[in-house]
């Protein structure tokens, strides 16, 4: 929202409304705005722009010796501007190529040494006195578009007023020092009103302490001058009511449609809109002055839509299924079946509230028009612009619901001046058709009044004001305030549409007071420890364990391409799936977080990273698993590690299994015994349809699930020969992905403590013989069967693997060898005893996997 | 496979008992007759070309994928003992072992979010993590927000094909957290929260656009408790995040009116810039200013939508983005290198 500080000014002072916007100067007012009233964007010091540039006249204007297209002219500025060549008469000499250039017009004159103004903000273009195919032009002439007073550049701007020569153009346009500040419009989205100088100019005064009284013709009890003829008769049927509840419409006869008066179109032009002919620029003038869109029919064109017709028909209902409509903006729709259309007995006219339609537009023949000034529902017009991409300024501004208690106001002032500017009479009767309630119209306010007590206004800003400090707030920015004790009943003004609770008065009188000024106090708190989240807890304990076995945390995002789904065997139909990414890469949320991990493997080992280990902990959703609709967010740990082959061979023998193994292990809390490894191949998943899915890049016999006890925590291992070549990984990768649920039970937190026993350990070694399908788990099981749990003897245990190895000769066995160490609480051990302890399992290996002790 | 054409279903016999005999399996796709038929194509009725060129399509494919379910198995491994703590015949010196710790490095993100949990912690708040997949009713309709108002306009929201929404902020957690914590206020005690987590946005990726990225929540909520509460508790934790630029410096901040739905007054929340005391700089845009959140009390209809009586009790709620704090202290350029998983990026975080 764009607002001309100057402007404001004008309007203050020309309606009595208040005083200068800004009497501390333009800095001070934006920093109060952005205090109280909303965020500013950018502020544009446009008055800069029109120094120097002076009107003139042209006295003379002759054809060009050497040029068809150029006149030679002599201008009279007044003999105002310094150090420019003058004739004997004091008139200065210009060359001019404009088509409407003639002697006794009053134009803008950019002087030698003054700035385009429209290349002022991009690339500045100075003038001089140069000579234009022989004769020299001391400066320019300019067209409105050189002036950045719209886009037309076919003709000199044409000074339409009686004006002094010599006077300074941004004197005489109220652009001097003028500043232009362009607030957030997210700030306003509830503040309809706030999209019309009007509304701003309040606020500007309100936060400033100071009262604002509206213009006499702002009111809601306004009159629509009477007709002076009935020579156009329009009659309006409004079908959807519970859509428009209020729609006004106004024949006006006669009209002259010509360019806007220039104090208009630079009015205009200041805030970005750009000028079109006198009755569509009015129409947006008044827009932007109140917030309340206008939109004109030609009403010829209306009529001629209806063979036969001797008077047009408004009909304000729901479009009809095929119904076709060319916009103004020359986009034809199909209209949304909700959307509110504007017809006439037999064809779409308007896109009510978006646009109007290209069949009857205003243009420089039109003679007779329809002024509509009309309330449209927000969440309609709001739904209508989104599907049909169409964004307009009165789309923004209905779309903040705009008080249907101003039409009128606004209908007469703009008639007004529509009589005044362009002529024409009031050829029928106003229509109002107003569907508001008698209660809204008698108490002329949305809102039921709201009472406050001054407590709890006070309670919720902090402060300590009195119901009269408050009233006064409110008085400022106009709303009617009746005191009662401690109690304020607030009555909204008729433009207001948020003020419906007490809250909303709170925040009101925090935002006029200034929330700049509130008491900064902390909440009090007991001393009360806050308690810890154990999810997050937990994360921080995995990341801390992983990061100091010399990992690296990533991040990936929550959504992957259906691509990277399949490279990796993962079934797409489980996965919920986007259905309006802008992005062709984010189809479905991920499933694990494997194959993410997978996919950022390659990137870095090209980038020079010769041994990688990534983990992640994050989050994966699947259709599978749903919680009271909603689906279940499981927490997940993924880590994946990779070498090249110079480092692997270099560095590790034997499969990357075991790499991967031996971080799992690092990082599993407790006593490494009380986790077991199952072959993945033997793993049946039951309609575990998302654990399934998450061991789908595994390559199953090279692979275990993981369980603690009899609880399924994850699965280690490597991947699938296709999935290392979908997605480029070296042959020494292999990695994990674990529940997080497991880490957040307490009971896994920390190991238990062994006491230290006082006698010396003893320690043999035994090697077993076994068949190669034996696994070492079966031989390590089936020893500390025998050999662990010694504490009725008060022995300290511990049996650790040393090798295991096979034969070259003979692939049917293995022979793993294992570390017993014993300590007793009570007494020196011999190697005898401790030697019989293993003579004794070895027997037990021998008998229950026919073990060979070697 | 059965074929209808008999020339193709006599190639597709041969060919599949060369296959068997092949020492490249890959050669099957390069077989002569394989050619031939194709070569034959033009020389058909027109009427037959489409049906025929369809069958030597799918020969083709048949083929294909014998040779890649056999290359398959051909690079399939042994199984190995995945019982075992390393593999069979190797040295002890070649065995598994850890990356030495300086390798390793936390998340800069992660890293700053358990910092700043740390600071919430200490100032009496617990933190749970927000969702990633939510419905309607958590993101919008306990937040206050009508169906269709053009406040939902600035969330661009990812939506799954059932109509669930990648939460574009975490006030999505505002609801259950005033549920599940409303028993504290009958017993005298706040609801403290801070809920941090990661949130979507549907936007094009550029340097200063992400459309994942990771913001905290914070919902305070008793008796009491006013507007001025708030921006001390703000004020409070920055002061205290940023205690090793400020050393004994205040910070300044300020606020802007601003609309959310689910808070009124609703602030945009600035603070002096810490890295300049205000004199300007990059990190602040030369403004001495740094935009940092949005906040305010929480609307009465988010209350009461909680089990709250708003008569009764007050709060406030603000949420701020992790990815803004870690770029401006340390400088980085491109909001992309956090979900990039480069180590390039990553181990700069010691």
Known sequence: MKISVNTIRDLNQQYGSAGDPAPEGVDKLVEKIGAQLGAVEEVIEIGKKYDGVVIAKVVSCEQHPNADRLHVCTIDDGGITPDVNRDENGLVQVVCGAPNVRAGVTVAWLPPGATVPSTYDSDPFVLEARELRGVVSNGMLASPKELAIGDSHEGLLLIDEDVEPGTMFADKYNLHGDTIIDMENKMFTHRPDCFGWLGVAREIAGIQGNSYKSPEWYRVDATVPAATSQELRVDVRNEIPELVPRFMALPIAGITVSPSPVWLQIELSKVGIRPINNIVDLTNYYMVLTGQPLHAYDYDKVLVQDEGADHATIVVRKPQAGERLELLNGKEIEPRSEAILIASVTKAIGLGGVMGGANTEVDANTKNIILECATFDMYSIRRTSMAHGLFSDAVTRFTKGQSPLQNKAVLAKITEDILAICNGQIAGEVIDDNHLSDEVMARNSLYPDVTVSADFVNARLGLKLSVEDMAQLLINAEFAVRIESENLTIRAPFWRTDIEIPEDIVEEIGRLYGFDKLPLELPKRTNKPASKDRPLESKAMIRDALSRAGANEVLTYSFVHGNLLDKVGQDASVAFKLSNALSPDLQYYRLSLTPNLLDKIHGNIKAGYDEVALFEIGKVHGKTEMDEGLPREMGRVGFVLAATPKVSEQKYAGAPYYQALKYLQQLLPGDEQLYTFRPLQDASFEGHVLFEQMTKPFEPNRSALVFSGSMLIGVVGEYRPAVQKALKLPKFCAGFELFLSYFEKAETAHEPYIPLPRFPKVTQDITLKVAAECTYQEVHNTMWELLGRREAEALLVTLAPLDIYQRPDDTAHKQITLRLTVASYERTLTDTEVGTLLDAAATAAHEQLGAERL | ?350
């Open chain 2, 1 to 350: 496979m059965q074929f209808q054409n008999q020339k193709i279903s006599e190639t597709a016999e041969l060919l599949q008992q060369r296959f068997e005999l092949l020492e490249n399996k890959a050669d099957i796709l390069k077989a002569v007759e394989l050619r031939s038929l194709y070569a034959e194509i033009p020389t058909l009725p027109p009427e037959e070309r489409g049906s025929f060129g369809k069958e030597i399509n799918l020969l083709k494919q048949e083929l294909e994928a014998l040779v890649a379910s056999h290359q398959e198995q051909a690079e399939a491994l042994p199984s190995i003992d995945v019982t075992a703590p390393f593999d069979i015949n190797v040295p002890a010196d070649k065995r598994p072992r850890l990356l030495t710790s300086d390798n390793g490095t936390k998340h800069p993100l992660m890293v700053e979010l358990e910092r700043v949990l740390d600071i919430f912690y200490r100032m009496g708040f617990t933190a749970v993590e927000s969702r990633q997949i939510d419905d309607d009713y958590h993101m919008f309709g306990a937040l206050n927000f009508p169906e269709g108002h053009p406040a939902r306009d600035d969330y661009d929201t990812f939506m799954t094909e059932e109509g669930l929404i990648a939460p574009a902020h975490t006030s999505t957690m505002q609801n259950r957290i005033l549920k599940q914590h409303a028993g504290n206020l009958e017993k005298g005690e706040p609801i403290a929260a801070v809920i941090p987590g990661r949130v979507f946005r549907n936007e094009d990726l550029d340097a200063r656009h992400e459309h994942t990225f990771h913001q905290v929540e914070g919902v305070y909520v008793d008796k009491g408790i006013h507007a001025g509460n708030l921006i001390a508790t703000l004020k409070t934790f920055l002061q205290e995040y940023y205690s090793d630029v400020l050393g004994d410096k205040q910070l300044e901040v300020k606020t802007q009116p601003f609309y959310f739905p689910f808070t009124e007054p609703s602030f945009e929340f600035a603070l002096s810039c810490p890295f300049c005391d205000k004199a300007g700089c990059n990190v602040c845009s030369y403004s001495g200013w740094i935009e940092l959140l949005g906040c305010g009390m929480i609307h009465p209809n988010v209350l009461r939508e909680g089990g709250i009586d708003p008569e009764v009790y007050t709060g406030f709620a603000w949420g701020f983005g992790i990815e803004r704090l870690v770029m401006m202290k340390y400088g980085i350029e491109d909001i992309r290198h956090f979900e990039s998983a480069k180590l390039d990026f990553l181990r700069q975080f010691k």
